[in-house]
């Protein structure tokens, strides 16, 4: 039975942290800086880091990669489009790759960056998705496309709903008062709202999320709905517009929120 927590690092990322148990491995995801995960391990001798998964380039993901595979010789696991630092395994596209006694399926999901990719065990439902989807929100596009992303964070969505989204920040508060901004009638999204505000109160994090709960309260999964494009409508004047273009409203928006 794997166990995941969380490692915080910086001031808001998550390394998440696999564990087995019966073998005494771990693996890790995004681990953009060694020393959370150093700590764990000097805090459970005997345990091995087998496996190190990387989602994108982004220094707060990969900047303590070279430091922990040196310490543990642990594999690197990374998209095969971007230049991640000691990576031995590059994945693209519909590849699989077994960790920790799992497989996981490898999506590629442009749009925070251009080669991101997310990782899928479709049994134990897992999505360690990087910064693609966030709880109630969705990455900065940086190198991609708000067609891209559309079309990343669409194809997340359409998982089954019990999947639990494990992203690599602790965004949700500010993305739930941007999500209650375009939906203030949503009352899934006020209740999550709350929730979440008690939660970081009690110093407990928001994550993981899962994907019936996104597909309910994220606004960047909810660019189809009426109540989703009569705010647009509302605030950037009244037009025909796609689903890509009203996705592209919301993060503009977002981005000076």
């Not at 000097?42 to 990669?65: E, K, M, N, R, Y």
């Not at 960047?220 to 592209?248: H, N, P």
Request: proline share 5%; net charge negative; glycine share 8%.
């Amino acid at each position: 039975m794997i166990k995941i927590d969380a490692l915080p690092a910086f001031s808001d990322n998550y390394i998440w942290l696999l564990q087995d148990p019966t073998q005494r491995r771990c693996a890790v995801v995004d681990p953009g800086d060694a020393a959370p995960v150093e700590a764990w391990l000097a805090a459970h001798p005997g345990w091995q880091l087998s496996d190190i998964l990387v989602t994108h380039h982004h220094f707060d993901h990969v900047g303590g990669i070279e430091q922990l595979k040196a310490a543990s010789g642990a594999r690197v696991i990374g998209p095969a489009n971007e230049k991640i630092p000691g990576r031995d395994l590059a994945l693209s596209e519909g590849d699989h790759v077994t960790v920790l006694g799992h497989s996981f399926q490898v999506f590629e999901v442009p749009g925070h960056t251009l080669g991101h990719i997310a990782y899928h065990q479709g049994e134990q439902h897992w999505l360690f998705c990087g910064d693609t989807l966030f709880a109630g929100g969705c990455g900065r596009l940086f190198e991609g496309t708000p067609a891209q992303m559309h079309t990343s964070l669409s194809r997340l969505a359409a998982l089954p709903e019990q999947t639990e989204v494990y992203c690599t920040h602790e965004y949700t508060l500010s993305n739930l008062r941007f999500a209650a901004a375009v939906e203030p009638h949503n009352t899934n999204v006020a209740q999550r709202l709350e929730e979440v505000r008690q939660w970081r109160e009690a110093g407990r994090i928001s994550l993981p999320s899962n994907i019936k709960v996104e597909r309910a309260t994220n606004p960047f999964l909810r660019s189809a709905q009426a109540t989703v494009s009569a705010t647009i409508a509302a605030r950037d004047g009244a037009k025909e517009r796609s689903d890509v273009e009203i996705f592209a409203a919301l993060r503009a928006w977002k981005d000076t929120f």
